[in-house]
């Protein structure tokens, strides 16, 4: 699979070009996931998810969030459909500033949560991408990072 391959699925989703009478076989094949509330592209080679994800970026801009939840992931969605836009309307539900709001997480896919928290917490495991992304960091799952940033930080 070329990493061009798995932003085309997601593609499909434009409509036609100005002049064709009937949309592309591919477009027709794909049409279904108009509806899909999140499309999951999933590889064992996490450099064509890395590659994926900038590609569906690059296509697609603002229109779609792209993420990665796994190393082996890449998460498509509209793009108020993640940790940020999640934090966001808690937030404004809850009545709670940002600023007294803590987050932490270890996959690219909550780099968004960290933008809109005051406290941003990474996970020792987390990709040192993930790690500069965020005000802290703790320890690594394996070594109890959840329960440590709680202490050290919040408590």
Same mark, same amino acid.
């Given at each position: 699979?070329?990493?061009?391959?798995?932003?085309? $699925?997601?593609?499909? &989703?434009?409509?036609?070009?100005?002049?064709? !009478? %009937?949309? +592309?076989?591919?477009?027709?094949? #794909?049409?279904?996931?108009?509806? $899909?509330a999140k499309l999951v592209g999933v590889s064992d080679?996490?450099?064509? *998810? @890395?590659?994926?994800? *900038?590609?569906?970026?690059?296509?697609?801009?603002? &229109?779609?969030?792209? $993420?990665?939840?796994?190393?082996?992931?890449?998460?498509?969605? &509209?793009p108020q459909a993640n940790k940020g836009a999640v *934090? !966001?309307? #808690? +937030? =404004? !539900?809850?009545?709670? +500033?940002?600023?007294?709001?803590?987050?932490?997480?270890?996959?690219?896919?909550? *780099?968004?949560?960290?933008? &809109?928290?005051?406290? %941003?917490?990474?996970?020792?495991?987390?990709?040192? @991408?993930?790690?500069? =992304? =965020?005000?802290r960091v703790t320890t690594s799952n394996e070594e @109890?990072?959840? =329960?440590?940033?709680?202490?050290?930080?919040?408590?």
């Open positions: 699979m070329d990493a061009l391959d798995f932003p085309h $699925a997601v593609g499909c &989703h434009a409509a036609p070009s100005a002049g064709r !009478k %009937s949309p +592309s076989r591919r477009y027709q094949t #794909w049409q279904p996931l108009l509806a $899909a080679d996490h450099q064509v *998810v @890395e590659a994926a994800a *900038v590609a569906a970026r690059a296509q697609f801009g603002d &229109h779609v969030s792209a $993420a990665r939840s796994q190393p082996y992931y890449l998460d498509l969605t &509209h *934090v !966001k309307y #808690w +937030s =404004a !539900k809850l009545r709670i +500033s940002p600023e007294q709001i803590a987050t932490i997480g270890d996959m690219p896919n909550d *780099v968004l949560m960290f933008a &809109h928290s005051g406290l %941003s917490i990474a996970m020792g495991n987390a990709s040192h @991408e993930v790690q500069r =992304a =965020a005000r @109890e990072g959840f =329960a440590n940033a709680v202490e050290q930080f919040i408590l």
